[in-house]
């Protein structure tokens, strides 16, 4: 008993099965090569291909392998299993630290292509969203507090340029998790006459690590994909962040679909965001998986050490929680409604014209600053009138700037105001629809 638990300790089988598909893939690639280069008979070689295959079928079909030590050992166990003494041959000319390390970068390099698409998903919603509400005004935050007007579709598309962002990161990521260990032996290379480039066309790497102490040692790829994840995580919170508050009554600026919130147990009156809860809480564990992982490499000696098998528990997590999460958020983003009435009584509350009045001004030739305090005295007024800036009146106006005309009107037309950030990457409707084509390339562009 004692002995089991110390096994466990000791080992990774617990956790590290889910690398069962790369292991196999990564050893079915290394008995070809040494194939090719004579150092297994071809007939060794077939027979512990067809053994390999046999075992990633059952795998695949759900049957579990007997426990061992790790992973790798428990593949090897069951070959020699299966198809005797020959299977111990698979092993030569490799160690379990290059071997892991190729499992891993498999294992992620499919798990990011798998994230991307995930991304891209998300982001055609953020798209179709933006398209669907093109001309609704809201007002635009800075500090939370009402600034001015923008297009809900310039806030949404805000969004997807960020996760365009995630994507590049993890597309950058993993060119760098592309590339073979595989060859580097257990810390020096081997005697061996092995072909690592041809393992690597094999496997379809990109390259092979160039020096073997750091191919078996290296663990940035994994930490870089942490740092990639934590990133989307990050953003998620902040899209998660604007959910809540918009489903809050005070704002009532949207509608999401039912199966996302839930009532209280005590208060009949509650619709709770709490998908949206969830995933802003969710990045508190991605970050630690990142933290985690880097807390595990930092200070470590070359080359490979048994610290390093804890890696793999942070990029499960990561992995694991990043896709539950984007899936998730891209449902709840797909049922998301926006309130028209409410977005447009909050717009006409917030005194979000009043930069406007004093670009008018400014542009009259009164400096800005001045400009600006002469509007700060007009929103004073309008708040202790109860009165919005477009209900008061010319006369109420011309009390505060001799240089306010009738035309003031025209200008701080909410719609007017949008329509006149025409700079580059402004809110207006020309602007966001040319956003719209960008982001439209971006989807599509190669991954
Ligand atoms: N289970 C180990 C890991 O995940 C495999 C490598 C073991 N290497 C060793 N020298 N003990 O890292």
């Known amino acids: 008993m004692e002995n089991t638990g110390f096994e466990q300790f000791i080992g990774s089988f617990s956790f590290d099965q889910r690398l069962c598909e790369a292991d196999i893939i990564g050893s079915i690639a290394h008995v070809k090569m040494l194939v090719k280069q004579k150092i297994l008979s071809s007939s060794d070689g077939g027979k512990i291909i067809s053994g390999l295959n046999s075992i990633l079928k059952d795998v695949l079909k759900g049957r579990k392998l007997p426990k061992a030590e790790d992973i ?42 798998e994230i991307i698409n995930l991304l891209c998903k998300f982001q055609k919603t953020f798209l179709e969203k933006a398209q669907k509400n093109l001309g609704l005004i809201m007002p635009g935050f800075t500090h ?13 598309l805000a969004y997807a340029f960020m996760f365009q962002r995630d994507k590049e990161r993890l597309i950058d990521c993993r060119k760098r998790i592309n590339v073979l260990p595989l060859g580097s032996a257990a810390l020096a290379g081997t005697s061996f006459k092995i072909d690592r480039q041809y393992a690597a066309k094999l496997l379809g790497f990109e390259s092979v690590c160039e020096n073997s102490l750091d191919g078996v040692s290296d663990r940035d790829f994994a930490a870089e994909f942490l740092f990639c994840c934590s990133t989307i995580a990050l953003h998620l919170t902040r899209f998660c962040e604007e959910i809540i508050l918009w489903l809050n009554p005070e704002f009532a600026y949207i509608k999401i ?20 809860e969830v995933i802003r809480g969710k990045s508190g564990r991605i970050f630690g998986d990142l933290f985690a992982l880097l807390t595990i490499i930092k200070s470590l000696p070359l080359a490979y050490n048994r610290d390093l098998q804890e890696d793999k528990p942070p990029v499960f997590d990561a992995v694991d929680n ?18 028209k009435e409410n977005i447009l009584k909050s717009v006409r509350k917030g005194f ?31 708040l202790k009138n109860s009165k919005t800036l477009d209900e008061l009146t010319i006369e109420e106006y011309k009390k505060f700037s001799n240089d306010i005309e009738k035309d003031i009107y025209k200008y701080i037309d909410v719609k007017n105001i949008v329509e006149a950030k025409i700079s580059y990457g402004g809110t207006s409707m020309k602007s966001s629809l040319k956003q719209i084509e960008v982001l439209k390339r971006l989807i599509v562009a190669k991954k």
């Open 72 to 113: 790798h050992y428990a593949i090897e166990k069951e070959l020699i299993r299966r198809i005797g003494t020959v299977g111990g041959k698979m092993h030569t000319a490799r160690s379990r630290n290059d071997q892991v390390a190729t499992d891993l970068r498999l294992y992620l390099r499919k798990e990011t292509g």
């Open 144 to 156: 939370l507090q009402p600034a001015q007007p923008v297009l809900v579709s310039h806030y949404l």
């Open 257 to 276: 679909g039912d199966k996302f919130t839930s009532g209280s147990s005590i208060m009949p009156q509650k619709k709770n965001p709490d998908c949206a």
């Open 322 to 339: 990043i896709k539950m999460c984007l899936n998730v958020a891209n449902e709840m983003a797909e049922s998301l409604e926006f309130v």
């Open 352 to 382: 979000v014209e009043a930069t406007e009045i004093a670009d008018y001004l400014a542009k009259k030739g009164i400096a800005f600053r001045t400009a600006h305090g002469i509007v700060k005295q007009i929103v004073t007024y309008a």
